[in-house]
Each structure stands twice: as C-alpha cells, then as structure tokens.
C-alpha cells in the first residue's frame, strides 16, 4: 500500500515534470506597459529601454542599482577636461555574425539624435559631443566644456551596427534591422500581443537562464494578477499595491520588491505674490505664504509620512527626505525624512503669521503614480488638521502636466501646491536637482520641471559647479552641498516618499529588483 | 431601389463630414500630448522640438485642413506614440476584433434566438422565467466584472481555459485569424462570451417578445388549423416574422460590438483595436484616436446601409413605401 503510494506519487511528480522540463527554458513576463517600438533610439522611455537593453548593448551599462558597469567599452576615463576616452571590448559579435568595432559606434551615434517622428528623442543625451574614432577599438568624445556625466549619458544609448544606420523605425520593429549584441535576439512582434526573443548563445556578457522569452502586454492589473495565478505566464511587474499583500501570503508565489529612483513629491508656488488657488478663509486675496520658508517647513512637518505609507501605499514605499534613496551618487547624508509634528508645524505657521491658515485647492494627477489620488487627499486631511482648508482636485495626467507646467495664460506653471513625481534616469542626484531645483531658464535648459520656480543663487552655482567636476569625491560632495541647501535650509520642494516596485513570480523564481523599474528577463532567476 | 441607395450614401457622406469636424475638435482641445511622450528629463527646447514636429505650433484650423486634405488621400496622420501611420496600426489589429465581433454575435444568434423563442412559446414555464430572469443579469452586470468574474472561475479556480490574450493564428487570405486552431479557440472563448453576454440577453428578449406576438397572429392559427407541425410552424411561420427586429438590431449591434468591444479587450488583453483605442486615450495619441473614431463612424454608417438594404429584401413593405415615394 505505502509502495503503490510512493509509485502514484512518483509517477504523477514524473508526469508534472515532463512539461516543466520542456517549459523551464522558456519564461513568459506578463507587462503592465508595451514598448511603443523596436526600435532603440526611437523613443526615451522606460519599457522601450527595457526591450532594448535584452536586444542591444550600451558602452557602458546600468546595473540593478544604476552603478555604471563595463559594457561594450571595458574601460574609460577622462584622458583631459574635455575628453573622455572609451576602450572597446574586442570580440564581440551582432546576432547576424558582424563584428563590433568603433565604425558601429559612429554609426549608432549619427543615427540616435536623428530620428524620424521621436516623440522623445536621445538628443538630449548626445548634444555638444564630438565623437572621434582612434583605431577600431577606441573613441574619443569631446565636449566644449568639462562634462562629467559623460558616462551616465552614454550609457542610455544602445549601439546598433553600422549596417542599420540608416533602417527606419519600422525596419527595427519588423526584425530586419533589428541585430544588436544584446543577451537576446529579436524573434517577433506582434503589438499588442507578444514580443519573442531568443537566447544569444554568442553573448559576450554572461549567459542568461532563459532560452526564450516572450513579453506579454497585459496592462489591466487585475487581469495581469489573474494571468499569473492562472498560471499563463511566469512572471508580472507593476503589481497593483492592494493584490500584494494577497499575492504574498500564496504559497506558490514568491514576490520580489526593491526601491525605485522616483521620489513622490509635493512642489509650492514661489514664484508669484498672488498665487491663482490660494485665499484667504472668506475668500480675499491673500500674499502666497509658500513665499516663507518656515509655511514650506511647516507643511513637511504636518504631513505623516508613515501613516501615507502604511495605510495608502499598503506598505509599499519607503519615507524620503531627500532627492533619490539612500545609496545613490550625490544624496547628501545630513538629510533625514522629516518627523511628523503636527504641534510644530502649526507654531510654524504662527510665526509665519499665518495663524489661522487659508484655504487653498491642491492639485495632481490620478493615473500617474502608484496610488497618487488618494495621497493627495490624505495630504489634504493632514493640512487641514494644522488649519490649512485644503481641497483637492485631481485629473488625468494628458491634461494635468500640462496645466501644471504651462497652464497659465502667460504660459507658466497653473497650480499653486501640486503632487508629481521624479525618477533619475542617469541614476545619480544631478538629474533631480537640475531638473526640478535649478532656477527655470529655458536658454540654458535649467529646471524644465520645476514647476514651483523655486530659485535660489547658491543652489544654482553648486549644480553648475558639480556639473562641471569631472572628478567623482568633488562632485558628489558640490551634490550634496546643494541638496543641503535646496531641500534642508529652503525646502525648495517637499519630498513625501520613494516608491517601491513589486514583481510576483512562480515559486522558485527571484527577479533581481531594478532601481529604475525596468522589467529584464536578465534579472529573472531561479531560487 | 437604387435611388433608395443612392440618397442613403449621400446622408452618410454628411454623417462622416460632420463627425470628422467634431472628433478632431473634440481630441485636439483637450490635454497636451507632448508632455505625455517626452522624457521628463528633456530640456524646454527638446519640448519646442517636438510640438513644431507634431504641427502642434499650428492654428486648429489649420490642423483641421491638413487633416481632410491629407484623410482624402486615404492618410489618416501618424500616431505620435508609434511613429508609424494610423491607419496600418489599426488595420493591423482590425482582423482580432472582427474575430471577436463575429464570435460574439454567434454566440448571441445562436443562445438568444432559441431561447428567446422558447420563452416566447412557453411563457408560463419555470425554465422560460429562469431564461429572462439570467437575460436580466445578461443586461445589468457590467462587462469588466463578468470579465474577471470570469477569469477568476475558469481560468484561475478551475484551470479551464487561458485567462488572457489571443492563440495561435493561421493565415486566410492574408488575415491572421485565430478560431480554427484549437489554441485560438480556448482563447477566445471566455472573451467573446463575455462581450456576447449583453448581446445574447438582447436577443432573448427582443425574439422572445416577437415569438409571443406572432403566436396570437392569424397565419400562425390558421398555419395550425391547416394542420401543419409544430416544428413547421415554429420554424417557418413564426421564425421569418421575428426575424426582421433581430437582424435589424443585431447588425446595429454589430457595430457596437465591434467599437465597445475596449472593455472586453482590455481585461483579457486581447490585441485587437479596442485595446488600441485606450492605450491611445491614455497617451493622448491625437492621430490614432481621430482615426479610430473616423473608421468606426465608417463602420457604423456602412453597416446601417446594409441592414437597410437588407431589411428592405426581407420586409418588402420597405420596397414598395419606397418606390411610391
């Protein structure tokens, strides 16, 4: 009897393995968002980057946590202030068997900024630099004047082959141009639906585990959470925050969950003494009080960033008091997430001389950030405790970014107190603070996003100083400096929180969490 | 007959003009695309780059104009999102949701008609109540929720069928079709029934409502006194005369099928255009959506043409009212 039901047992786990066996060199990733095309250089956006990074290689690559790590160039280094130097590996070949060398560099940096139709071009990273081939195995960039980020940019541009130079974007999204030197090869697309790839057994990087992968768009939560229960595909990203706790306590699901690079963040007017969403109690105009440091400090204080955190976001963020986490290049270690005192705040409020506080309406988007409605209104219930009669409207984000970045009828920013988020694509704290913390001036392409118009002289000399410091100690400490100053003495914006990002699996699968929310079948590995 | 025909497509003409003017209005006033497709990290002038790319930087009617012009040569624009024209991203997807459609409205001839003259014949059973009761559920529930509800049982609990997306396809004529592989079939199940559900109770009504009318009608009893079948009469006499509403409706319902058909797409994340629609409303991507709104007013007035040509064959009042016009 105990024989037979070992026999059953082994015959069934036998039965149950068989199309595993067949099933476990492929992986299926279920998508909460479908790149808009193959092709690498025609849209800056994240899940096009994604299926880009597994099809081609970078020169230099980012790891998990965005540390620059070597890719197709071995080595570089600034050889003067105005040149940068890059050592190319050798030996590397594109899946139609073509070697690498520096023509395919050339090629690919000729091709990138120039892009047909782009709705979001890599001009941005490639501006003002001068590449020049050395030998087949090194390039040299210049630039007009020092630039240390050399690397962080150059490692957003995937290399194709000389070959492809002059491929449309539909030649990459049908496959014909599509040969990279990435860890897959391109197999099929069919939008909407499915995207194939192939293990590249000649990879010069290490070998992923999966023979083929294919990437299924699935872009309702609900039913990108069912597909994995059901069992239909591997893996998910973008698990809906209110399925995680769920999705944790099943034993046949394992749930991986890392830190992201996009902060969660609250921006005040301060640029305008009479701002459009601000009143008095009944209804008069009153001075904007987000003018005062201490009104911007007391907001901070008023808002408890652990009970957002436990009760909107389901656990799933982690309390920021600064630009980017704990960890990344350039944060500054003097800045703590602010404590929660309600009392402090409105003492603040009172030697502001806004003791009665004002009413005022906040704004944000509602289909933009994980859960961004419902923080907004409970940052709204907190303002209102200290006495600030806030009201919240919130829109979808077509319409809303651009009333919140040029929505007045002089074309400035609409909105006196909003909610948006920033996440640093070169993965280092130059990205935030010249984005939303430098003095907006379209001539020198400084604070596209600061919406707040926050300006301060000091702030804006420490970002230009730090971006012109080649080396790494300096620069990291004139980012520091400025976030100091930017966020610790005038609190130029209020951070709220970090988000957290949430990938479920099959038990016995782990995925390597990314800092910058990227799915790669790379980073999906077996426990 | 012809001049029935002819002044039907001239009413079309002034439906597709006058419906081109108020969706490409209605899209272009609201939100801003661009600030949607760049990266955030893009500096003012890269911004300005685009919106003179996109033709944005011009007046509406200026856009408006280039929009007829350049729809009269069969160019419906390029999405922004995609880069590629329109018109071939939603013809590419056309051939999954006419997939979809038709096996929707299969399913809804093929449950809503019998048992809708069932109920109509047998008014008094408990299994005819329980038919309109389920009919009732069929209207009120909405779509997305029988979608997961469905999901959740068949695909999930019992491990039936796949929960999402679209099977194996072969090719005929050049259009990829997926119901005549046994994968295609198991994926298209759940979706088509759940997009049939309202279609299906629909037609239970409507047929059970007729069946009931032309039951009492003279040439039904005298098709009886003249001693013919059950059956003959049923299906014959009683079946022509309920046709007419049902054909009518459904090819009305044929069209909304096919454009509503987003909801359904989305929660199985099916490819076909309706999953294309939303991802453009999303992205605010212009081009598509006109194009999109643009085709599915042609299917709507192209489909309205036939049924009244249809309906004029099987009704040949209409015929006569016609000509003596």
Redesign the interface.
Not at chain 1, 190 to 194: A, E, K, N, S, T
Not at chain 1, 396 to 399: C, D, E, F, I, L
């Given at each position: 009897m105990h024989i037979r039901k070992l026999a059953v047992a082994a015959a069934v786990s036998v039965l149950a393995g068989m199309p595993m066996a067949a099933a476990a060199q492929t992986l299926t990733i279920?998508l909460g968002a479908?790149p808009?095309?193959i092709d690498p250089h025609?849209?800056?956006?994240t899940p096009n980057n994604a299926t880009s990074a597994h099809l081609f290689s970078q020169l230099v690559e980012q790891d998990e946590k965005q540390r620059l790590v070597p890719g197709l160039a071995e080595s570089w280094k600034p050889i003067n202030d105005l040149t940068w130097e890059f050592k190319l590996r050798k030996g590397v070949k594109f899946h139609d068997g073509s070697d690498f060398n520096a023509d395919d560099v050339l090629a690919t940096v000729a091709r990138a900024p120039n892009v047909?139709?782009?709705?979001?071009?890599f001009?941005?990273y490639l501006k003002g630099k001068t590449f020049k081939k050395v030998d087949d195995y090194t390039i040299q960039v210049s630039t007009e004047k020092p630039y240390p980020l050399m690397a962080n940019d150059i490692s957003t541009i995937h290399i194709i082959s000389d070959k492809a130079e002059k491929a449309t974007?539909?030649d990459f999204?049908s496959g014909k141009a599509t040969a990279g030197t990435g860890p897959y090869k391109f197999v099929e697309w069919?939008?909407?639906?499915?995207l194939v790839m192939e293990r590249n057994e000649g990879y010069w990087g290490k070998k992923p585990i999966w023979k083929k992968v294919v990437f299924?768009?699935?872009?309702?939560g609900?039913?990108r959470v069912?597909?994995l229960?059901?069992?239909?595909?591997d893996m998910i990203d973008d698990v809906p925050t209110v399925d995680i706790a769920n999705l944790k306590k099943n034993a046949k699901l394992a749930v991986s969950q890392g830190v992201s690079n996009r902060v969660i963040y609250l921006a005040v007017d301060q640029f305008r003494e009479d701002s459009p969403h601000i009143t008095a109690k009944d209804g008069s105009k009153i001075r904007n009080p987000f003018l005062d440091v201490k009104v911007r400090r007391a907001v901070s204080k008023a808002i408890n960033r652990e009970l957002i955190i436990s009760r909107v976001m389901e656990g799933v963020a982690l309390p920021a008091g600064q630009l980017l986490p704990e960890g990344f290049f350039g944060v500054s270690p003097n800045l703590k997430p602010e404590k929660y005192d309600a009392k402090y705040a409105k003492k603040l409020l009172a030697e502001a001389g806004y003791p009665d506080g004002w009413k005022m309406k906040v704004h944000g988007p509602n289909?933009r950030y994980l859960n961004d409605a419902k923080i907004l209104e409970a940052v709204a219930q907190m303002l209102s405790r200290i006495g600030i009669e806030t009201s919240v409207e919130t829109m979808?984000?077509?319409?809303f970014?651009?009333r919140a970045?040029a929505g007045s009828p002089d074309k400035t920013p609409e909105f006196s107190f909003i909610l948006v988020g920033?996440?640093s694509?070169?993965g280092e704290a130059s990205?935030p603070l010249k984005?939303l913390l430098a003095t907006y001036s379209?001539e020198k392409?400084m604070g596209?996003?600061n919406r707040g118009r926050f300006s301060n002289a000091e702030v804006d000399k420490l970002i230009d100083v730090a971006l012109a410091t080649v080396d790494d100690d300096k620069r990291a400490a004139a980012l520091a400096k400025a976030t100091d100053v930017a966020l610790g003495d005038l609190q130029g914006i209020i951070p709220l929180h970090y988000q957290v990002n949430t990938w479920a699996a099959k038990k016995g699968l782990k995925y390597i969490a990314r800092t910058d929310e990227r799915t790669y079948a790379m980073g999906v590995v077996k426990q | 007959m012809s001049a029935f025909i002819i002044r039907r497509l001239l009413q079309s003409v002034v439906v597709v003009a006058v419906m081109s003017l108020l969706v490409f209005v209605g899209v272009n006033v609201v939100g801003d695309p661009v600030h949607m497709l760049v990266s955030p990290e893009a500096p003012q002038e890269e911004i300005e780059r685009i919106i003179r790319d996109f033709g944005l930087d011009r007046p509406l009617y200026e856009q408006y104009w280039l929009f007829v012009k350049n729809a009269l040569q069969g160019d419906l624009g390029r999405s922004f999102v995609f880069g590629e024209p329109a018109l071939k991203l939603i013809v590419q997807r056309m051939p999954a949701t006419f997939e979809l459609a038709l096996v929707a409205l299969m399913m809804a001839i093929v449950f809503g008609i019998p048992l809708g003259v069932y109920a109509g014949i047998f008014p008094n059973r408990v299994s005819s109540k329980a038919i309109m009761a389920g009919s009732i559920f069929g209207f009120s529930l909405p779509t997305f929720w029988v979608g997961l509800m469905m999901i959740m049982v068949f695909a999930v609990m019992l491990g039936w069928l796949p929960s999402t997306g679209r099977g194996d396809t072969v090719a005929i004529l050049g259009l990829r079709v997926s119901f005549l592989t046994l994968d295609g079939l198991s994926h298209i199940f759940m979706p088509a029934l759940n997009l049939a559900l309202l279609k299906i109770s629909l037609v239970i009504r409507l047929s059970r409502a007729g069946a009931r009318e032309a039951m009492h009608q003279d040439y039904v009893k005298f098709a009886r006194a003249k001693g013919l079948s059950e059956a003959r009469v049923v299906l014959v006499h009683i079946m022509k005369n309920i046709l007419i509403p049902v054909v009518t409706v459904l090819g009305l319902e044929f069209g909304s099928l096919i454009a509503f058909s987003v909801v359904t797409e989305t929660v199985f994340a099916w490819p076909g255009m309706g999953k294309l629609l939303i991802e453009a409303l999303h992205n605010l991507d212009r081009p598509l959506i006109v194009a999109y709104l643009m085709i599915i007013v042609l299917v709507f007035v192209i489909i309205n043409l036939l049924v009244d040509i249809l309906y004029s064959v099987l009704d040949p009042r209409v015929r006569i009212q016609d000509a003596g016009r």
């Open positions: 279920g479908e808009s095309a025609y849209h800056n956006l047909p139709n782009s709705p979001s071009s001009s941005i974007t539909e999204n069919v939008p909407g639906d499915r299924k768009p699935i872009k309702s609900p039913a069912a597909a229960l059901a069992g239909d595909v289909d979808t984000k077509s319409v970014f651009k970045s920033w996440g694509g070169t990205s984005s379209k392409g596209p996003s | -």
